[in-house]
């Protein structure tokens, strides 16, 4: 598998590429309204729904005590970093940049073995229920079911989401990062420091650019 994390251009992520960290977010800081909700039978007894809404507050506080780190994984045959989307969401409109990370990237969970986890997404139009089934998960599946699914239309991301305890920098390993690849819209100025951060971690650096016959993003292969 080949896992991609796209990013703005600024000295915050410049500086966690050049130093081999990585940022963990807060649920709330997502762009989807539907991030850690949660749907109950609101023709329950009474009783179940009682229970329901404390166990609401419980999690909410436990969704609040925890961070995540997403990536785009594909699989070797397709190239993540040439979709088009992706780059216009979450590149600033192609002026950004995108990271290639391996499977050295989920060492960075092993540091608090039991806290820290990850999950792949499962796209599903049907928020997740409160019932009766719940009584038969701990705490942790709970949260697990929770923020591992998303509606059908955020499909095209095919997202893991690497969890942590506690939001911030985290560091990763030094093996993890694969590749950097530049947006088709890319200042020179931040070309110039992405292209230096790259030579000085020994890694290749891609621009990308548009087709010429089809609505289609590739990698620029003429060396700089």
Known sequence: MRYFKFRTCNNDNFEALENYKIYASLL?????????????????DFSIQTHNQGERQELKISLNNRSYYCISASNNDEILCENIQMWSHYAD?????????NEHLFDSL????GENTFVQIEYNDSLPEFSSEWEKKDRNQRIL?????KSEGWKLEQEIRLIFRGNGLKSISKESIV?????CKINEYDELVLRHIANKMNIPCFKMKKSKQLYKLQIDDEKE
């Open 110 to 113: 092993v540091q608090n073995k």
């Open 28 to 44: 709330s800081d997502f762009n989807d309204p539907f991030e850690g909700d949660a749907w109950e039978d609101t023709e329950a």
């Open 93 to 101: 409109s192609h002026k950004g940049f995108c990271v290639e990370y």
């Open 145 to 149: 079911s929770i923020v591992s699914r």
């Open 179 to 183: 590749a950097i690849y530049l947006g």
